[in-house]
Nanobody, 124 residues
């Protein structure tokens, strides 16, 4: 019933920008947390950013702070990840995830629903 669909990935050169979208359906925000994770081949899935819906609190991994911005359009049931000043190390499959009161926000175990992922490739 709950479905998350990411979009907006692609291939860009270093320094470029992308905006990822996560459209949610069948999900009531309440005090829920929408998280962005990424996973490169052979690497663990890591938290990138999170948005606590209802309260508007945002969190960012140190590696992306100042470059990425997470936001929400509640009317469209969509969360966004604006990615600026992209670096080759940002290359990964990016996933949107939904959980309730995720604590800590970066723990993948705190999220029940996951999108299919969207690929981001940053070249030098």
């Amino acid at each position: 019933q709950v479905q998350l669909v990411e979009s907006g990935g692609g291939s860009v050169q270093a320094g470029g920008s992308l905006r990822l979208s996560c459209a949610a359906s069948g999900y009531t925000y309440s005090s829920d947390c929408m998280g962005w994770f990424r996973q490169a081949p052979g690497k663990e899935r890591e938290g990138v950013a999170a948005f606590y819906t209802g309260v508007g609190t945002t969190y960012y991994a140190d590696s992306v702070k100042g470059r990425f911005t997470v936001s929400q359009d509640n009317a469209k049931n969509t969360v966004y990840l604006q990615m600026n000043s992209l670096k080759p190390e940002d290359t990964a499959m990016y996933y949107c995830a939904a959980g309730h009161a995720a604590m800590p926000w970066w723990s993948r175990d705190e999220y029940k629903y996951w999108g299919q992922g969207t690929q981001v490739t940053v070249s030098s």
